[in-house]
């Protein structure tokens, strides 16, 4: 059966705007990202994408992932209808409010379309994933242009319904929606980013596995800055090993676009249009339906990458392929050590099966150990 997907935009999210002060998060992104929906309507046979309106919503339903206090707080500032910063990289206007009235309401039609079996992706502004409970989460240094986490609120829902996976492929760590749910096991959540020891927002490590009851659900997948399709293609192996045990009805995508080669200046990546193809065909594989919200991507990364996203959602079975890339090798050396501290969180809490040939590929990845005297004393110096 052919898949088919719904897109929920509404011209409130050009709202939320930085005016003329320079900002990578503005409502220029909607321009390109809408462009790109056009396109694979004209490419994709029988209708199978339609732009609904997002309706409007109440702000008060972000209580089920946020701290009421918190969500009171954003309502007061957005109240004063004046631009006004957060923190260094987060900023409200006097049209924020209506955008994330729209932002509430959309999350709440793309739960009624997946409990249907249809899949939707949320065109919307501002991002959501590095909102936490209260703001800013896991100790990051800003709240990275998020203020109220729909990515969060639509899988907190759904959970009540079947069996939820979030998948986060932004550049960049899904902290606030790791926060949100990190003593839950009902829903795990999958995050791809860029080695948080050189990146925004410094969290997401392999052994930032949950808590509790949730310990084991929380896996962080961390690619090297210049990674290419060679090594997110090994990602997308292991993401369907995870899926494939966990079996979710619903899954919920933070999906960013800013990994794409030459999308964002801050983070330099070098993925094509096979990644995203191929992430979107495996989504849409594993689960009843699909809900995506747009993360990030600024610029190219909305044009090329988004595109082969809902081709990928959509299984069309062609699409015009970037040529590929290929990593280096001090990019591979990072990614397979990080890539075994992966597999091993995994295995240690026994919430998630793998097969046994990605286990023993991550046994054979143990640093060799050389062992060396210095006055006398043994020590151990570790090589990967």
């Known amino acids: 059966m ?17 005016g003329s002060v320079k900002h990578p998060e503005d ?6 990202a809408l462009k790109s929906v056009a396109d694979v309507i004209s490419y994709a046979p029988g209708r199978r994408v339609a732009v609904r309106v997002a309706p409007r919503g109440d702000l008060n339903v972000f209580n089920k992932v946020h701290d009421q206090a918190y969500v009171e707080r954003v309502k007061a500032i957005l109240r004063s209808r004046k631009f006004e910063w957060l923190d260094k990289d987060t900023y409200v ?14 999350s709440q039609k793309a739960v009624i379309l997946a409990l249907r079996g249809v ?39 759904l959970a ?18 790791q926060e949100i749910f990190y003593s839950n096991p009902h829903i795990l959540h999958v995050d791809i980013h860029v080695d948080p020891a050189v990146s925004y927002p410094g969290t997401g490590y392999p052994g930032d596995v949950g808590e509790g009851e949730g310990a ?4 962080n997948i961390v690619t090297p800055h210049m990674a290419g399709d060679d090594i997110y293609g090994d990602v997308l192996e292991l993401v369907e090993a995870i899926l494939s045990s966990w079996k979710p009805d619903y899954i919920v995508v933070s999906a960013g676009f800013d990994a794409y080669r030459g999308d964002n200046e801050m983070v330099l990546m070098n993925v094509g249009t096979r990644f995203y193809y191929n992430i979107g065909r495996l989504l849409a594989s594993n689960a009843r339906a699909v809900v995506s919200v747009l993360e990030g991507g600024y610029s190219i990364g909305l044009d090329r990458a988004f595109k082969a996203y809902i081709a990928g959602i959509l299984g069309l079975r062609t699409w015009p392929w970037d040529p590929p890339s290929h990593s280096g090798n001090t990019a591979w050396r990072t990614y397979k050590a990080y890539k ?10 026994g919430r998630i099966s793998l097969p046994k040939e ?9 640093p060799k150990v050389r062992r060396y005297r210095r006055r006398k004393r043994r020590y151990r110096r570790y090589i990967f």
Not at 170 to 177: A, I, S
Not at 340 to 349: D, E, G, M, N, P
Request: with cysteine; net charge positive; glycine share 10%.
């Open 93 to 106: 206007s006097r049209g924020t409010i209506k955008a994330l009235s729209r932002l509430a309401g959309a």
């Open 119 to 157: 899949n939707s992706f949320i065109l919307g502004r501002p991002p959501s994933h590095h909102a936490g409970r209260s703001g800013r989460a896991m100790r990051a240094p800003s709240m990275g242009f998020c203020l109220l986490n729909a990515t969060a609120l639509i899988a907190g829902v």
């Open 216 to 219: 084991g659900t929380k896996v």
């Open 27 to 32: 409502p220029g992104r909607l321009d390109i």
């Open 2 to 18: 052919a898949r088919r997907l719904v897109v929920l935009y509404h011209d409130d999210f050009r709202e939320h705007s930085p």
């Open 340 to 349: 075994r501290l992966v597999v091993a969180s995994i295995l240690k809490h």
């Open 358 to 366: 990605i286990a023993r590929e991550a046994e054979a990845l143990k």
């Open 160 to 177: 009540a319904h079947g069996r939820v996976a979030v998948v986060d492929f932004d550049v960049h760590h899904g902290n606030g929606t």
